[in-house]
């Protein structure tokens, strides 16, 4: 690992859900990944070569002087693939009118506690204070557990530098301007940030024979001075989504965007080499080479500020990666990530599964007191990687294996006939498919062809909002109560001024 310096400043694929079930990933792939079939990278090409803009705003020009043109290096494997402003996540995917009521008014939106605490650091929520292992400033902007502080999840820290505990007064209305059905304005991470997003980049990682599927997105945000990075892993097959052919991150696209125009290099890494590759070590392997790559190519790209976060195979990846440069790293030649988010992991054996590694084992090699935070994002009815099975070991397991003194487990509720939330329609539709922000409109074939995006409360209040609070809070002094606060659980506001809420299952602080 790179030994980290303290900083200065401490898509939905709805096609996917319960119809395909456990082969969701592999189905999804399908669509757009037939050409690359058990193939090693063929069709796959490092000459440069320009891609259609799909309608970016002003200001998205192709600032490419800040990718690849300069000394650093000639921009022979880049390649445009076309634009798309963060406002392109602006879809609200049709309003949500609340049904039957919840019998206990639905408006807490503090998490349950994890139980009784096992000690000092565990199950006090996520308090601030001064020279806690997670300080990286002077200002105590860490997360530290603060012995003695029983305030559970909603809990904000002994120091005071929040009001969104969920039993203050804001409790009732902790965001007022977060309409479920629509993409909140104002200071939310889950709002459009101020940054217009350039036209994103192609750059390969690596080539030759059955190297052609190394290759990254980089969207870069407009805005001046150094950026924080977050590498994002895709699920299994959804490197191509979109389209018959496949547009080369499409399902994931808008969710990059989106954390772009807040001002974060946001980079979409391919691992797999075809769907029948199953080799994830390997793959963990490719991803912080892809660092390294994008180190050496951006220049506003800040090594010192980083996020690994993937989803479900790619959750995988983003985890094995961390144990990889923290854990065994003895030449000290990859760099550390601050936190780590995994969107519903899968950390199960598979047919496609080669050389299996259990993440839940690996994770241990972790020290205790490395300075990274862990946060699995689950949605509940997930049944392709459910997360509590014990015969599956993945978001709990790999949870329960790690030493870090940092963790927590964030399971994201819709509001179907069986959740716990009122109903809506659209439903909120918690599955596997709910990180991703794919083109199309909930279920069905079509997704693969419609190019109307949709998103939903689950993007905006769940994935995006807890993505961009922890970057925010890491390295832009921003509030902690997003991600590791009171209002990772909101999810926002129905009509009738009950709440959609989400829940954390599991945590420690210390």
């Not at 880049?78 to 798309?84: Q, S």
């Not at 969104?164 to 993409?183: F, I, L, R, T, Y």
């Not at 949605?379 to 014990?390: L, Q």
């Amino acid at each position: 690992m790179i030994a980290s310096q303290p900083s200065a400043t401490w898509p939905s694929l709805r096609p996917l859900r319960p119809l395909f079930g456990p082969f969701s990933g592999l189905f999804a792939g399908l669509a757009g990944t037939l050409v690359v079939l058990g193939l090693a990278g063929c069709g796959d090409e490092d000459a440069a070569k320009d891609k259609a803009v799909d309608g970016g705003a002003a200001g998205q020009v192709d600032a490419s002087a800040t990718l690849n043109d300069g000394d650093d290096q000639g921009d022979a494997t880049a390649v445009d693939v076309g634009a798309g402003d963060a406002a392109a996540s602006n879809a609200d995917g049709g309003a949500l009118t609340d049904g039957t009521d919840n019998a206990d008014g639905g408006g807490d939106i503090a998490g349950p506690d994890a139980g009784p605490d096992a000690g000092a650091a565990t199950g006090d929520g996520v308090a601030l204070a001064d020279g806690g292992l997670g300080d990286t400033n002077a200002d105590g902007s860490g997360l530290d557990a603060a012995a003695g502080d029983g305030g559970g999840p909603g809990d904000v820290g002994a120091d005071g530098g929040s009001t969104s505990d969920a039993g203050g007064a804001d409790a009732a209305n902790p965001c007022p301007a977060c309409p479920v059905d629509k993409q909140p304005t104002g200071d939310h991470p889950g709002a459009k940030g101020a940054c217009s997003v350039q036209s994103p980049k192609e750059i390969a990682y690596g080539g030759g024979l059955g190297q052609g599927y190394k290759k990254m997105i980089v969207y870069r945000p407009s805005c001046a001075g150094g950026h924080p990075v977050l590498f994002f892993v895709h699920e299994k097959g959804l490197y191509n989504a979109g389209g018959i052919i496949g547009t080369f991150g499409e399902g994931y696209r808008k969710f990059m965007e989106h954390v772009a125009s807040h001002g974060t290099v946001a980079v979409f890494v391919r691992v797999e080499n075809g769907l029948l590759d199953g080799d994830h070590d390997r793959m963990a392997q490719d991803l912080l080479t892809a660092t390294t790559k994008l180190f050496d190519g951006v220049s506003v790209a800040l090594k010192d500020e980083v996020v690994f976060a993937g989803h479900g195979m790619g959750a995988k990846v983003a985890v094995l990666a961390a144990a990889q440069t923290y854990g065994s790293d003895a030449k000290q030649q990859w760099v550390d990530p601050r936190a780590v988010l995994a969107f519903s992991v899968d950390n199960q054996k598979s047919l496609l599964t080669s050389n299996y590694t259990d993440a839940s084992i690996t994770v241990k090699k972790i020290p205790a007191a490395a300075d990274v935070a862990f946060t699995f994002v689950q949605a509940e009815d997930d049944t392709k990687t459910p997360y509590k099975d014990v015969n599956k070991p993945n978001a709990l397991a790999i949870y329960d294996g790690l030493k870090v003194g940092r963790k927590q487990v964030i399971v994201l509720h819709g509001t179907g006939k069986d959740d716990p939330n009122p109903p809506t329609s659209p439903e909120l539709h918690d599955d596997h498919s709910a990180a991703l922000t794919i083109v199309g409109k909930p279920g069905g074939v079509t997704d693969f062809t419609n190019k109307s995006g949709y998103l939903d409360g689950l993007d905006w209040y769940g994935f995006w909002k807890i993505t961009v609070g922890a970057i925010d809070f890491h390295f832009n002094k921003g509030d902690k109560k997003w991600a590791y606060g009171a209002l990772r659980v909101h999810g926002g506001n129905l009509p009738n001024g009950k709440v959609v809420t989400h829940e954390v299952v599991k945590e420690q602080w210390q």
